[in-house]
């Protein structure tokens, strides 16, 4: 769930003006999952909902972080970065010891 939030909240800060079809697009995540995170989102006060009609007389929303919610997308982005580097430094570890293996089944 971390690295959903993390996505949409890096998401909505470069596009407030996405839909959840949208970002339920954009991040390949299902419109429940978009729409159950956004109300989390809201009631954390994380972001903030404006709504606005647009051209086809239709209400849109546009999502924007709140203070507390830039501040979050700054931790999660510490922990996102935290967990892709232990993930890379235990895959660099595997290569080697693969390496280390077929290096001694060519010697046979």
Sequence with gaps: MTNHLFKLLQFLETNPL???RILSTNLGLSLGKINYCMKML??????????FKNNNNK????YYLTPKGIKEKGRL???FIKIKS???EDLREEINQLRIEADKLNEQ
């Design 77 to 79: 982005t510490l922990q």
């Design 59 to 62: 209400i849109q929303y546009s």
């Design 86 to 88: 232990q993930q890379y």
């Design 42 to 51: 809201i009631e954390k006060g994380l972001i903030k909902a404006d709504n």
């Design 18 to 20: 996405s839909s959840q």
